[in-house]
């Protein structure tokens, strides 16, 4: 199997790495790609938002697969550009990934399907966000209606930072806080059939203990020793396949990656948000304990052949993944500062670049690079993810130091 990977962030060198060790896989090519990703696969210098562009190079490359990872490139319709060349794509169509693109279509399609989730209004002006912000009280939870990189959700205490963030996002979907533990789960599908792959937990606040500004996910541990037992199972039948149902019902089946966002709360799981790919960095985790073939799976789901495809197997253990970011993230991350230290197997490149006058790597993004490890248990994958990120030196870095450790002490409660 030939197989294009699109993008260039720590998801995508996930994937590769996953797609690189699949048996059947006998060519891999990356575009953008980043430095990691170069290790495994050919990298091509394409826009990954150009439809046309990407669809020329899978025709040229004599793709038998397209593996579309960021959300920019599904809302752009590259997927739909790929397939309109008779080659299969994994991710949805443009019209689908608006599960993604838009906060408030996403509402619509979880009220329509019956799928437990926040109350929730749509705002675009002053006035109606304030009335929607004293419906709820706090904290506030207000969200950027469209796509802004895992980074435009806002949850505060004080409404006037609320109303400042909805004022600066225009359209806002402002919905009640879901009190509980999160759980991200990403469901691989062709629009009818669907396999859960294991639940993660991700990090999304800059700080350790959950505080200050939210990122796009400063680290991820799987799987979740604490989740109440069947939670995968009330998923698949509360949520996911109701929201497939009414997707085809609107004649805009999802294929691809449906990611489920999940607050446990005390009256059972309720759904924050969907993302139409997989995400980063619980990619880094999820992909790193499975055992089946990456690109197999892949492929059975962007040809519509899910249903015939076998079980999924899952490696023994746990896997922990620490983001190394920039110096200034989330707000105004450094760049092109000199790293060492990362050209080790378990180093997973999200943000890096190659310096043209001597190769040096460089940053090249807020998220830089993420150390990832498996172990026999949670608290083994933990020692050693923080053991690969104790040997990465990059200028004024920072990340989190409390990753999975409240799960490795059994201090994550149930609430009711």
């Not at 998801?11 to 953008?32: F, I, K, M, Q, Y």
């Not at 960021?70 to 752009?76: F, I, R």
């Amino acid at each position: 199997m030939r197989v294009l990977l699109v993008g260039g962030g720590g998801r995508e060198h996930a994937l590769a790495l996953g797609l690189a060790g699949d048996p059947s896989v006998e060519a891999l090519t990356a575009a953008p790609g980043n430095p990691g990703i170069a290790g495994v696969a050919e990298l091509r210098a394409v826009e990954a938002t150009d439809p046309a562009a990407v669809a020329g190079l899978a025709v040229e490359f004599g793709a038998d697969l397209v593996v579309i990872g960021p959300e920019a490139p599904l809302v752009a319709g590259v997927a739909d550009a790929v397939r309109a060349k008779g080659i299969p794509a994994f991710g949805p169509s443009a019209e689908a990934a608006r599960l993604e693109g838009s906060k408030a279509f996403a509402k619509d399609v979880m009220l329509a399907a019956r799928v437990p989730t926040a109350r929730a209004f749509t705002c675009a002006d002053a006035e109606s966000a304030g009335r929607a912000l004293d419906e709820f009280g706090p904290p506030y939870v207000v969200k950027n209606d469209g796509l802004a990189a895992g980074k435009g959700v806002v949850v505060t205490e004080d409404r006037a930072v609320a109303l400042q963030h909805a004022g600066e996002c225009g359209r806002v979907v402002i919905e009640e806080y879901l009190a509980g533990p999160e759980v991200s789960l990403f469901v691989v599908t062709d629009g009818e059939a669907a396999l859960p792959l294991l639940p993660a937990q991700d990090f999304k606040r800059a700080g350790d203990g959950d505080t200050g500004p939210n990122t796009g996910g400063m680290g991820a541990y799987a799987p979740l020793p604490w989740a109440p037992p069947g939670l995968v199972d009330e998923v698949m039948r509360d949520v996911v396949h109701p929201t497939l149902a009414e997707m085809r019902r609107r004649g805009t089946p999802f294929a691809g990656l449906l990611y489920v966002g999940l607050a446990i709360t005390a009256a059972g799981p309720r759904v924050i948000e969907f993302n139409a790919r997989f995400g980063d960095p619980e990619t880094q985790v999820v992909l790193a304990l499975l055992e089946t073939p990456l690109a197999g799976l892949l492929h059975a789901a962007a040809t519509g052949t899910l249903a015939a495809h076998p079980p999924l197997r899952w490696r023994d253990g746990a896997a922990v993944t620490v983001v190394v970011a920039a110096d200034g993230y989330p707000a105004a991350p450094r760049t092109g500062d000199v790293i060492t230290g990362a050209d080790r197997p378990g180093v997973i490149h999200a943000g890096t670049a190659r310096r043209a006058s001597d190769g040096a790597l460089l940053s090249a993004g807020g998220r830089v690079l993420c150390g990832t490890a498996t172990g026999p248990d949670l608290a083994a994958a933990r020692e050693a993810a923080y053991a690969l990120v104790r040997g990465i030196e990059l200028a004024g870095s920072h990340h989190r130091t409390d990753i999975a450790a409240a799960a490795v002490a059994g201090r994550i409660a149930l609430p009711g």
